[in-house]
């Protein structure tokens, strides 16, 4: 399986640099969207809720207040003003 890298920036810093991935899920303006390696350029903006990624086949869940998504051949990249871990339930992960 080809693998795609993210990254996801907010107002702190980076959270995740050029992490590489198998897949990135995201609620969008336009609805729910997975993003593969490849993936053709998109940008669109992102709704409060929670995202998924895949990374060695585990899944793991990151909640986005809104954002930015910028896709490319390369890269997935996501700006966003505030994030936190969560579960598959969209419980929040303690730290």
Do not use: C, F, W
Not at 1 to 30: C, F, H, W
Not at 63 to 82: A, C, M, N, W
């Amino acid at each position: 399986m080809q693998l795609t890298k993210l990254k996801i920036i907010t107002p702190d810093g980076i959270y995740i640099n050029d992490l590489e991935v198998e897949n990135v899920s995201v609620r969008t303006a336009d609805g729910q969207i997975t993003i593969y390696a490849n993936h053709s350029a998109i940008v669109s903006t992102l709704l409060i809720g929670d995202m998924r990624y895949e990374i060695n086949g585990t899944v793991k869940y990151i909640h986005l207040h809104r954002g930015i998504l910028r896709v490319s051949k390369e890269q997935i990249k996501i700006l966003t003003q505030r994030l936190y871990e969560v579960d598959e339930k969209g419980q929040r992960l303690k730290k």
